[in-house]
């Protein structure tokens, strides 16, 4: 089977014409300028294996277990401030409540725009780079 190659107006065209998905697999390429274009025409780009996006550069350099960086004495005395507030009267939420309760701030925020499939992977995907299952 011949594969179908997509570029940055190919993708034009298709969000033209009111065409907000693409199922992308090995027979669907994308060009990179193709893929940061339907990125930024909020096009989902569904994928039936759960890997990297078409042209998403390999990232060895990220590690899973990072250390904490070392802080100076005198950096230690400034106390930074949370970038959001804190309670100390809920426990920490499990995966699956964290998970449910981003996946409905995102349908919340974007309705029916947004891939129930894709976001899953997406949030499976953030909270196991941060240690979450």
């Known amino acids: 089977m011949a594969k179908t190659f997509y570029t940055e107006h190919d993708i034009e065209d298709l969000f033209k014409r009111g065409v ?3 199922e992308v697999n090995d027979n669907v390429v994308l060009t990179d300028l193709a893929y940061e ?3 930024r025409l909020g096009m989902a780009l569904i994928q039936e294996k759960a890997e990297n996006p078409p042209a998403a550069p390999v990232r060895p350099y990220i590690v899973k277990s990072q250390s904490l960086p070392q802080v ?3 950096a230690a005395a400034t106390p930074a401030l949370p970038a ?3 309670s100390t009267q809920s426990p920490k939420p499990d995966g699956e409540d964290l998970r449910r309760r981003i996946r409905d701030a995102v349908v919340a925020r ?4 947004v891939d129930p499939k894709l976001l899953d992977v997406i949030i499976t995907r953030v909270l196991a780079s ?3 299952k």
Do not use: D, E, K, W
């Open 72 to 74: 100076s004495p005198t």
């Open 20 to 22: 907000m998905s693409l």
């Open 130 to 132: 941060t240690g979450i």
């Open 110 to 113: 974007l309705g029916t725009q």
């Open 84 to 86: 959001y507030p804190v």
């Open 37 to 39: 274009r339907a990125r």
